[in-house]
């Protein structure tokens, strides 16, 4: 099946600094991404769909400013935690979508620790 | 709105017993169903999938029927394993690519 690539799996970084996570898929072409929060022991939250070449849509309560995505092709994605805080620390999640089937294939994660 | 409602967790099972994680929906049109599953500290990984009413979808013994009539989505296994421990998510997904998630159960089996 198709395959999404998501560096790195886990990051630990300063207060104030900021943290770029990628997501690829390795194997198709990914007209559309998507990445999710997942807090301990819950659900995935949607933060932002994101189209290749165009601006990513938010989800509610998603702070655009604060989650920098960018999709310049077809095959990469990337989420960049500026200004990081420990109430950012989470496990982040991407999806891919495409491969030929209408499903979402997603990455192994990346977790982030604020201190 | 529509929404996906999964039984509560953790199920805890003594292996080559029979499992049912069950998953019900809410959905104003015809969407696809799915199940993904979540090893500890990894991402997700599909599962199975049905796209329509009366499909099934099934892999590693896994096992779900789509069922309109009772908007369910159970899914099943005859006999699980130690290594089938994980956390299990049902979501629907409409033509917009968007994943409607339930609240995960988690599994634990025992040996």
């Known amino acids: 099946g198709a395959v999404v690539s998501q560096h790195p799996s886990w990051v630990i970084c300063k207060s104030g600094t900021s943290v770029k996570i990628e997501c690829r898929s390795l194997d198709f072409q990914a007209t559309t991404m998507f990445w999710y929060r997942q807090f301990p022991k819950q659900s995935l939250m949607l933060m932002a769909t994101?189209?290749?070449?165009?601006?990513?849509?938010?989800e509610q309560g998603v702070e655009k400013d604060k989650f920098l995505i960018n999709h310049a092709s077809l095959t990469l994605s990337t989420l960049t935690v500026t200004s990081a805080h420990p109430e950012d620390s989470s496990f982040y999640i991407c999806?891919?979508?495409?491969?030929?089937?209408?499903?979402?294939?997603f990455g192994a994660g990346t977790r982030l620790s604020v201190l | 709105g529509d929404s996906v409602t999964q039984m509560e967790g953790p199920v805890t099972l003594s292996e080559e017993a029979f499992l049912t994680i069950n998953c019900t929906y809410t959905?104003?049109?015809?969407?696809?169903l799915f199940w993904y599953v979540q090893y500890p500290g990894e991402g997700l990984q599909l599962l199975l999938k049905a796209t329509k009413a009366d499909d099934k979808g099934s892999n590693k013994g896994f096992e779900a029927t789509y069922r309109k009539e009772t908007t369910s989505f159970h899914l099943e296994k005859g006999s699980v394993q130690v290594s089938d421990s994980a956390v299990y998510f049902c979501a629907l997904q409409y033509s917009n690519y968007q994943l409607i998630w339930g609240a995960g159960t988690k599994l634990i089996i025992k040996p």
């Open positions: 994101s189209n290749e070449g165009s601006k990513a849509t938010y």
């Open positions: 999806s891919a979508f495409g491969g030929g089937e209408n499903i979402q294939y």
């Open positions: 959905a104003t049109g015809y969407p696809s």
